[in-house]
T-cell receptor, first 117, second 115 residues
Framework: KAGVTQTPRYLIKTRGQQVTLSCSPISGHRSVSWYQQTPGQGLQFLFEYFSETQRNKGNFPGRFSGRQFSNSRSEMNVSTLELGDSALYLC????????????????FGPGTRLTVL | DAKTTQPNSMESNEEEPVHLPCNHSTISGTDYIHWYRQLPSQGPEYVIHGLTSNVNNRMASLAIAEDRKSSTLILHRATLRDAAVYYCILRGGMNYGGSQGNLIFGKGTKLSVKP
């Protein structure tokens, strides 16, 4: 079974630009979560989508947004990029239903490395 | 989700067992204990999880204290490929909404394996 894929793997943007990252979940998974990883803050939760609806949201500004399509693929968008947005953006997929949140295993992609100059 | 405390770093020799501790003194009765690890330049990967009883899988074993205030991830024979940051995470509740649906990562333990 194919794993979680993320595209592109690397991106370089300049301040003020916007960027869109893509995530294709494992087949059959309906939940997609996004995380930001930086050396200073570690891994932080951005948001989760399930059945095309945002079900959960972390503490990030409105410049960070996402969406999910009917095939469970997800995109996240960051507008008006700032230097501090340079990070590894990770996507994770899971079934999102079976057994409840406390036992729902998340499977992570390799991440997209975003550099903002 | 309740907080966990892990050592910042640990060292191990190749082919020896490794015991990675995690303290979670404020764990609630419905919190599951999850372990994920992140190898260099990769996304985190699931290792194991448990509630009360000790658990084993092909990757590791999870030993949970009787009072559930601490747990230990056991790698029976460390290999160079096990060098990673290991995260102990508590996940509580059935609901996906609010803070329960996502993973809350701490700093984790950076495990180094010497040949």
């Amino acid at each position: 079974k194919a794993g979680v894929t993320q595209t592109p793997r690397y991106l370089i943007k300049t301040r003020g630009q916007q960027v869109t990252l893509s995530c294709s979940p494992i087949s059959g998974h309906r939940s997609v979560s996004w995380y930001q990883q930086t050396p200073g803050q570690g891994l932080q939760f951005l948001f989760e989508y399930f059945s095309e609806t945002q079900r959960n949201k972390g503490n990030f500004p409105g410049r960070f947004s996402g969406r999910q399509f009917s095939n469970s693929r997800s995109e996240m968008n960051v507008s008006t990029l700032e230097l501090g947005d340079s990070a590894l953006y990770l996507c994770a997929s899971s079934f999102g239903t079976s057994g409840g949140a406390h036992t729902d295993t998340q499977y992570f992609g390799p991440g997209t490395r975003l550099t903002v100059l | 989700d309740a907080k966990t405390t892990q050592p910042n770093s640990m060292e191990s020799n190749e082919e020896e067992p490794v015991h990675l501790p995690c303290n979670h003194s404020t764990i609630s009765g419905t919190d599951y204990i999850h372990w994920y690890r992140q190898l260099p330049s990769q996304g985190p990967e699931y290792v194991i999880h448990g509630l009360t009883s000790n658990v084993n899988n092909r990757m590791a074993s999870l030993a949970i204290a009787e009072d559930r205030k601490s747990s230990t991830l056991i790698l029976h024979r460390a290999t160079l490929r096990d060098a990673a940051v290991y995260y102990c995470i508590l996940r509580g509740g059935m609901n996906y909404g609010g803070s329960q649906g996502n993973l809350i990562f701490g700093k984790g333990t950076k495990l180094s394996v010497k040949p």
